[in-house]
């Protein structure tokens, strides 16, 4: 399958009536198609961008932040678009990423820096849903999260299918900055069950409600 031989009226064909969201996912428009959506005036509204599988790659997301068509999303779903380490810093540094509540980079590469890029960002301040899912991260990213004063209003934060261990774990566990948080997955990691159980009971989460292991 490739893209659709009409972008524009596939993009219109998506958008909700009142302009505020889009559902592109799997839609395959690409780099070529991300040009045109960053140029069409009537996404100016968009508050949720939903992109999940459409080839974008660190070329797609640089025209994405670096567009002030997007300034005003909310929602942002870039599940499988081959993001790298170079992708999630366009993101923490655009000026046009600022108003960000949630974030989905579920099954691309970030990778550690990524994600130090994102802790440490001004533009994760009103996240209160990330997921990190499947992005090579380690207990060096799972540190950078917990150590980030950037993130005190994150609700959910999923970090499935990754390699942090038991001390990245314990880490997030006893962050004093995600007091906001109420949802922890770690499930498919490489955590030690015979220490989780003593971490969770003595974990200092304020809030937390949930959190998954297996």
Do not use: C
């Not at 968009?46 to 005003?72: H, M, P, R, W, Y």
């Not at 949630?102 to 890029?117: H, M, P, S």
């Not at 974990?203 to 959190?211: D, K, T, V």
């Amino acid at each position: 399958m490739g893209p659709p031989a009409d972008i524009p009226a596939h993009i219109r064909k998506r958008l909700d009536p009142d302009g505020t969201k889009i559902n592109l996912n799997r839609s395959l428009i690409g780099v070529k198609g991300m040009r045109i959506l960053a140029d069409m005036p009537e996404l100016k509204n968009v508050k949720s961008l939903a992109l999940q599988g459409n080839k974008l790659g660190d070329e797609g997301v640089q025209i994405l932040t670096e567009s002030s068509t997007f300034k005003n999303t909310e929602k942002l779903s870039l599940w499988e678009n081959k993001v790298s380490t170079l992708g999630a810093k366009m993101i923490a540094e655009s000026p046009n990423m600022r108003n960000l509540k949630e974030l989905k980079l579920t099954r691309n590469q970030i990778g550690d820096q990524g994600v130090e890029a994102l802790a440490a960002s001004e533009n994760s301040s009103a996240l209160t849903f990330l997921d990190l899912s499947a992005n090579q991260i380690s207990d060096r990213g799972a540190k950078a999260i917990a150590n980030s004063p950037r993130l005190a209003n994150l609700k959910t934060l999923d970090l499935y299918n990754n390699q942090i261990t038991t001390e990245g774990m314990e880490a997030l566990l006893q962050s004093k900055n995600l007091k906001s948080l109420e949802m922890l997955i770690l499930v498919r990691n490489e955590i030690d069950f015979d220490k989780a159980d003593a971490l969770a009971k003595n974990q200092s989460l304020p809030n937390l409600r949930r959190l998954e292991l297996q």
